[in-house]
């Protein structure tokens, strides 16, 4: 079963489910206590017991499960905690933001996303009316985000999980890319996904729970050529949150950053601003990447969906991931990029400890 079709149960509440239904539940139950679990397991229902059980304040509870493949047509879930949940998601229009809605939508949560233009506030609303909601936002105006977040909190509901997800790619060596276009980079990227953490953060803290994250890229653990402005934002991401779990923890609010590999997506379609290139010099290494990559747009290994189911599991665990990284291509890379830094400073180590007082405070 796809946990984008599926919904929350728990014992004793007198839940809308046919007998074929209750016989699926009767055998995930005697499956998940044999294995010595508790609770009740998450089962597939249609969209209308879904919506009953969304509308009865009875029926909110919280399930433990994990995502772990059984022979038939649903999981057994196991190890979390999920309830009903109120998002806020930036750039929801396409790509990884508007899959990251679908899950949550399709599991019953409550989405605020927040899209450029009332076309894309119609559309997305549509989706799943009186549970999406839109609403047009330039993330790079911080009154306006703060406004936005303030907003929601008093008219839609608090915040559970906020997730910074609008951004686009800048394409072009580094040589080559004006410095008025690195600067729009990092305003987007960097700048609006900061605005919208410390909008939602000071509500998170006074209720001492929330779950922010940011959708980085594996381009902000690894660089390749090309890419410096877009992975130079990411990597300045990386490092605001990291610092920013270690800070938040003691309120019980939890930091991830989202890694993602090559999507099926629009990032190196619409949302990739080329640079042209003006220099010959660069031409041997970079046209080559350039037009792989122009070619591979549509058939990235990534699927969108999926991304969206493993960004929901992570928000139902009591202890999420300070960094996902989603895709085996992402996985691979990164990998090799941190591998190459740990020889770097196994082969330059002793000359890093040259540079010490012989007496001094170590951190």
Request: hydrophobic share 40%; charged share 25%; aromatic share 6%.
């Given at each position: 079963?796809?946990?984008?079709?599926?919904?929350?149960l728990?014992?004793?509440?007198g839940?809308?489910?046919?007998e074929p239904?209750?016989?699926q539940i009767d055998?995930?139950?005697?499956?998940?206590?044999?294995?010595?679990?508790?609770?009740?397991?998450?089962v597939?229902?249609?969209?209308?017991a879904?919506?009953n059980?969304?509308?009865?304040?009875?029926?909110?509870?919280?399930v433990?499960?994990?995502?772990?493949?059984?022979p038939?047509?649903?999981?057994?879930?196991?190890?979390?905690?999920?309830?009903?949940?109120?998002w806020?998601?930036?750039?929801?229009?396409?790509?990884?933001?508007?899959?990251?809605?679908q899950?949550?939508?399709a599991?019953?949560h409550?989405?605020?996303g927040?899209?450029?233009?009332?076309k894309d506030?119609?559309a997305?609303?549509?989706?799943?009316?009186?549970h999406?909601?839109?609403?047009?936002l330039?993330?790079?105006?911080?009154?306006?985000?703060?406004?936005?977040?303030?907003?929601?909190?008093?008219?839609?509901g608090?915040?559970d999980?906020?997730?910074?997800?609008a951004?686009?790619?800048?394409?072009?060596?580094?040589e080559?890319?004006p410095l008025?276009?690195?600067?729009?980079?990092?305003?987007?990227?960097?700048?609006?996904?900061?605005?919208?953490l410390?909008a939602?953060?000071?509500?998170?803290?006074?209720?001492r729970?929330g779950?922010?994250?940011?959708?980085?890229?594996?381009?902000?653990?690894?660089?390749?050529?090309g890419?410096?402005?877009y992975c130079?934002?990411?990597?300045?991401l990386?490092?605001?949150?990291?610092?920013?779990?270690k800070?938040?923890?003691?309120?019980?609010?939890h930091v991830?950053?989202i890694?993602?590999?090559?999507f099926?997506?629009?990032?190196?379609?619409?949302?990739?601003?080329?640079?042209a290139?003006?220099?010959d010099?660069y031409?041997?290494?970079?046209?080559p990447?350039?037009?792989?990559r122009?070619?591979?747009s549509g058939n990235?290994?990534?699927n969108?969906?999926?991304a969206?189911?493993?960004v929901?599991?992570?928000t139902?665990v009591?202890?999420?991931?300070?960094?996902?990284v989603l895709g085996?291509?992402?996985?691979?890379?990164?990998t090799?990029?941190?591998?190459?830094?740990?020889?770097?400073?196994?082969?330059?180590?002793?000359?890093s400890r040259?540079?010490?007082?012989?007496e001094?405070?170590?951190?």
């Amino acid at each position: 079963m796809n946990l984008m079709s599926s919904t929350l149960l728990s014992e004793g509440t007198g839940t809308p489910f046919d007998e074929p239904q209750r016989e699926q539940i009767d055998t995930l139950r005697e499956t998940w206590r044999s294995a010595g679990r508790q609770g009740t397991p998450r089962v597939p229902v249609d969209r209308r017991a879904h919506k009953n059980l969304h509308n009865d304040d009875k029926n909110r509870r919280h399930v433990e499960f994990e995502l772990r493949e059984q022979p038939g047509s649903f999981r057994v879930p196991a190890g979390g905690t999920m309830q009903e949940q109120t998002w806020l998601i930036t750039g929801v229009s396409t790509g990884l933001g508007r899959a990251f809605a679908q899950a949550a939508l399709a599991a019953g949560h409550t989405v605020v996303g927040t899209v450029r233009s009332e076309k894309d506030l119609r559309a997305f609303e549509e989706l799943e009316p009186g549970h999406a909601h839109g609403r047009v936002l330039d993330v790079t105006d911080g009154d306006a985000v703060s406004n936005v977040i303030t907003e929601v909190e008093q008219n839609v509901g608090a915040l559970d999980v906020v997730i910074a997800d609008a951004g686009y790619g800048v394409e072009g060596t580094f040589e080559e890319t004006p410095l008025a276009e690195v600067r729009r980079q990092f305003e987007v990227n960097v700048l609006g996904t900061v605005a919208t953490l410390q909008a939602a953060l000071p509500h998170m803290r006074r209720r001492r729970h929330g779950h922010l994250m940011a959708v980085t890229s594996m381009g902000g653990l690894m660089a390749v050529p090309g890419l410096s402005a877009y992975c130079g934002s990411k990597f300045a991401l990386e490092g605001i949150l990291e610092a920013l779990g270690k800070e938040v923890a003691q309120f019980g609010i939890h930091v991830t950053a989202i890694e993602p590999g090559s999507f099926r997506t629009d990032w190196a379609g619409r949302s990739m601003a080329r640079v042209a290139q003006s220099i010959d010099d660069y031409d041997e290494l970079f046209a080559p990447i350039r037009e792989a990559r122009q070619k591979a747009s549509g058939n990235q290994l990534g699927n969108p969906a999926k991304a969206g189911e493993a960004v929901l599991h992570i928000t139902s665990v009591d202890q999420p991931p300070a960094h996902l990284v989603l895709g085996s291509d992402a996985l691979r890379l990164v990998t090799a990029a941190r591998t190459a830094v740990d020889e770097d400073i196994r082969a330059w180590e002793t000359l890093s400890r040259t540079t010490d007082f012989a007496e001094g405070a170590q951190l």
